[in-house]
């Protein structure tokens, strides 16, 4: 793994990079301050004629119109059907399995009106959360998971919207994040959790863009494991971890050997592509 700008789709039979996928929060922006360098870099990539650019993320903390409406705040264009959220595929999890969420995150506006949400609960959905992530809603999950009358033909009751153990907040440290609670109620429960965002292959598979293969799809994102390992083993033929947001030093010793690269930042990540790209129709 180097930040050169060697070949990233070294796969047989690839015609190189067509699809990009972002992360959002510290690949773009930290909080509501985008990386410097990011909004031109995001530009450029939508620019490009032989590209097409999809915005995926773990974020549960806000609803997708929220999320639209801060990345339009700070610079960013992106169109709705080209946000792809974790939230999003829980709520599509949910109706397809006709399951009453208890819900603990801060906003559930992705799913009113789509599943139901007042008791009887037959189910537990944690997401990043810092207002309810507590006893009180700790406890309840628990007894909720706990009761014996859940249907066994149903799949796991215990729901992650993702399960990242930390992240970089906005005051620029590091913050726990859902996965510590989501452990904690499988350690109490014995039952283990369902995955719905990074780094699930299921989600990752439903990113496919158009008709172009994961393996002509680049992931550019700041978490090893969640964002370019889970791409990785999911069949994209490239990913880059970029050193911003939740980057610690020595994070891609975590990586296995595969098509990767390390970057600064989005910058950086962007101009491998984008020479790539020239490489590919020369």
């Known amino acids: 793994m180097t930040s050169s700008s060697a070949n990233i789709l070294p796969k047989q039979g690839s015609t190189g990079i067509r699809a990009v996928?972002?992360?959002?929060?510290?690949?773009?922006?930290?909080?509501?301050?985008?990386?410097?360098?990011?909004?031109?870099?995001?530009?450029?990539?939508?620019?490009h004629p032989n590209l097409q650019v999809r915005f995926l993320t773990n974020t549960s903390k806000s609803s997708s119109e929220e999320l639209l409406n801060q990345l339009t705040s700070m610079g960013f264009s992106v169109e709705p059907e080209h946000l792809i959220t974790s939230v999003l595929a829980t709520r599509n999890y949910l109706q397809r399995n006709?399951?009453?969420?208890?819900?603990?995150?801060?906003d559930v506006r992705d799913f009113v009106g789509h599943v139901p949400l007042d008791p009887p609960h037959d189910c537990v959905v944690v997401g990043?959360?810092?207002?309810?992530?507590?006893?009180?809603?700790?406890?309840?999950?628990?007894?909720?998971?706990?009761?014996?009358?859940?249907?066994t033909k149903k799949p796991s009751p215990l729901i992650a919207i993702h399960r990242a153990n930390y992240l970089r907040d906005v005051d620029g440290e590091l913050s726990l994040g859902p996965g510590p609670f989501v452990t904690a109620l499988e350690s109490t429960t014995n039952i283990s959790a369902v995955v719905m965002g990074k780094p699930s292959r299921a989600f990752f598979e439903s990113t496919a863009v158009d008709d172009i293969p994961l393996s002509e799809t680049c992931m550019i994102g700041d978490?090893?494991?969640?964002?370019?390992?889970?791409?990785i083993d999911a069949g994209m033929g490239a990913a880059i971890l970029v050193q911003t947001g939740k980057y610690l030093a020595g994070d891609e010793g975590k990586l296995k050997e595969?098509?990767?690269?390390?970057?600064?930042?989005?910058v950086e990540a962007t101009q491998i592509i984008l020479e790539q790209c020239t490489r590919a129709a020369s």
């Open 128 to 151: 990043l959360a810092p207002s309810k992530l507590n006893y009180e809603h700790l406890n309840s999950a628990f007894r909720i998971l706990r009761n014996d009358d859940h249907d």
């Open 223 to 231: 978490d090893a494991l969640q964002d370019i390992q889970g791409a």
């Open 258 to 266: 595969g098509s990767t690269r390390v970057c600064p930042s989005i």
């Open 21 to 47: 996928l972002l992360d959002l929060s510290g690949t773009l922006h930290i909080g509501d301050k985008p990386i410097p360098g990011a909004l031109a870099a995001v530009q450029q990539l939508q620019s």
């Open 98 to 106: 006709n399951l009453r969420p208890f819900c603990i995150m801060e």
